[in-house]
């Protein structure tokens, strides 16, 4: 340890976008963090960080975005455990939940292989908060008693895919698809195929929880030609399915 006190790393969920949805222990160990290892999308919850009188800490961005430069997962492993070795109270502050798509395990294993403490402060999930942000509730008796949460960052078909989309089409549940604007075809060729009707309703939200929010309502054989034609871009939330028509904001 060269000397110095055995430092340790928080992973904190930063939530959908809006500062205010950061929890509150969240917002504390932002408070006394020595390092802040952030993403792209947790940046807006930096913006009231430090309070009055709390030290400055060393901010590094690390990306995490597809179409800008970021750093491998790998790199960011190896700068959690390195900061931690030397003594720092590190945070690295993730958008949403970093156990929901977040690759909050790889680092927490690369934490554990290296005997660094690591420690999960959960977070709001865009996942489940950002639909809600605009109207839609997940989930409703009449419609809806089941949702699955899917990475789109694989198109269907991917030989490293792991995702049922056969299944998921045949299904009755709430489809809440994250990091797949870039393959919107091929998602709504995938459940299409897969038998879920032409008239499914769909919703794209595209920057949920902040001020630039927008929402995309469409049906499933349209959403490809409409998220085009509206120019839609990542971070976006697609929810498929009857609780898409809603909006009970």
Request: glycine share 12%; charged share 20%.
């Given at each position: 340890?060269?000397?110095?006190?055995a430092?340790?790393?928080?992973?904190?969920?930063?939530?959908?976008?809006?500062?205010?949805?950061?929890?509150?222990?969240?917002?504390?160990?932002?408070?006394?963090?020595d390092?802040?290892?952030?993403?792209?999308l947790?940046?807006?919850?930096?913006?009231?960080?430090?309070?009055?009188?709390?030290?400055?800490?060393?901010?590094?961005?690390?990306?995490?975005?597809?179409?800008?430069?970021?750093?491998?997962?790998?790199?960011?492993?190896?700068?959690?455990?390195?900061?931690?070795?030397?003594?720092?109270?590190?945070?690295?502050?993730?958008?949403g939940?970093?156990?929901?798509?977040?690759?909050?395990?790889?680092?927490?294993?690369a934490?554990?292989?290296a005997?660094?403490?690591?420690?999960?402060?959960?977070?709001?999930t865009?996942?489940?908060?950002?639909?809600?942000?605009?109207?839609?509730?997940?989930?409703?008796?009449?419609?809806?008693?089941?949702?699955?949460?899917i990475?789109?960052?694989?198109?269907?078909?991917?030989?490293?895919?792991?995702?049922?989309?056969?299944?998921?089409?045949?299904?009755?549940?709430?489809?809440?698809?994250?990091?797949?604007?870039?393959?919107l075809?091929?998602?709504?060729?995938?459940l299409?195929?897969?038998?879920?009707?032409?008239?499914?309703?769909?919703?794209v939200?595209?920057?949920?929880?902040?001020?630039?929010?927008?929402?995309?309502?469409?049906?499933?054989?349209?959403?490809?030609?409409?998220?085009i034609?509206?120019?839609?871009?990542?971070?976006a939330?697609?929810?498929?399915?009857?609780?898409?028509?809603?909006?009970?904001?």
């Amino acid at each position: 340890m060269d000397g110095h006190a055995a430092g340790e790393v928080w992973l904190v969920g930063a939530g959908p976008g809006d500062p205010g949805l950061l929890t509150v222990r969240g917002r504390d160990l932002l408070a006394t963090a020595d390092v802040i290892v952030v993403d792209r999308l947790a940046l807006a919850v930096l913006d009231g960080a430090p309070p009055d009188g709390a030290p400055p800490a060393q901010i590094i961005h690390v990306g995490k975005s597809a179409t800008a430069p970021s750093w491998s997962q790998e790199r960011i492993n190896a700068l959690l455990v390195e900061r931690a070795r030397a003594g720092a109270r590190v945070v690295r502050l993730k958008g949403g939940d970093p156990y929901v798509l977040g690759r909050g395990g790889e680092e927490a294993e690369a934490c554990a292989a290296a005997g660094v403490r690591c420690t999960v402060v959960p977070g709001v999930t865009s996942a489940l908060a950002v639909p809600a942000l605009a109207g839609i509730p997940v989930t409703h008796r009449d419609v809806a008693q089941e949702i699955a949460i899917i990475s789109g960052h694989l198109a269907p078909g991917h030989p490293d895919s792991t995702v049922d989309w056969p299944g998921l089409a045949a299904s009755r549940a709430t489809l809440v698809i994250l990091m797949g604007v870039a393959r919107l075809i091929a998602i709504t060729e995938a459940l299409l195929d897969g038998g879920r009707p032409e008239a499914t309703p769909v919703a794209v939200i595209e920057r949920g929880g902040t001020a630039a929010q927008r929402v995309l309502r469409t049906t499933l054989d349209g959403l490809a030609v409409d998220a085009i034609a509206a120019g839609v871009r990542s971070p976006a939330v697609i929810v498929i399915g009857e609780v898409a028509a809603r909006n009970d904001a």
